[in-house]
């Protein structure tokens, strides 16, 4: 309920609106499903509450994803969408393939150490930035 209404979706001024039935908590930081203006479908994205802003999670969506219907994250911290998707080969008839399916996508660093090997390696690029402030170490 917002200013005495009912309302399932909560618009930000930054043309932004949350579908407030899918938010969550995970590791501190709140999770929910936004819409842009800008974009075609919903996404899950991070919501800094003082603010309002969002940011995305950073997923590396395939072109034929056309929706992303639910989120949800594993133990590990891997997060499961149920994507709708469109293949983009045409049926004999002309019309594409739509199907959908549950995708895992790696949202922590994994390090696999083969059997018998003591150690692996895991790289993380850094991005600089202009903030004056003393060397930062990973």
């Known amino acids: 309920m917002i200013n005495g209404e009912f309302t399932e979706q909560i618009s930000y001024g ?3 609106s949350l ?3 899918r938010m969550e908590v995970v590791n ?3 999770v929910g499903m936004f819409q842009s203006n800008n974009e075609a479908f919903r996404t899950p994205q991070f919501l800094d509450p003082d603010t309002g802003a969002t940011t995305p999670m950073g997923l590396q969506l395939g072109d034929e994803v ?6 949800a994250f594993a ?3 891997n ?3 149920f994507n709708n998707t469109t293949t983009t080969e045409q049926n004999s008839d002309g019309s594409l393939t739509e199907a959908w399916g549950v995708y895992n996508y790696n949202f922590t660093g994994t390090i696999k150490i083969p ?5 692996g390696s895991l790289t993380i690029n850094t991005i600089d930035d202009a903030s004056f402030e003393p060397t930062e170490t990973i």
Do not use: A, E, M
Request: charged share 20%.
């Open 79 to 81: 997060v499961y969408l």
């Open 19 to 21: 579908d407030r039935t």
């Open 14 to 16: 930054n043309n932004v």
């Open 115 to 119: 059997s018998g090997s003591i150690d």
């Open 28 to 30: 501190g930081q709140i």
């Open 75 to 77: 133990p590990n911290g």
């Open 66 to 71: 056309n929706l992303i219907r639910d989120f």
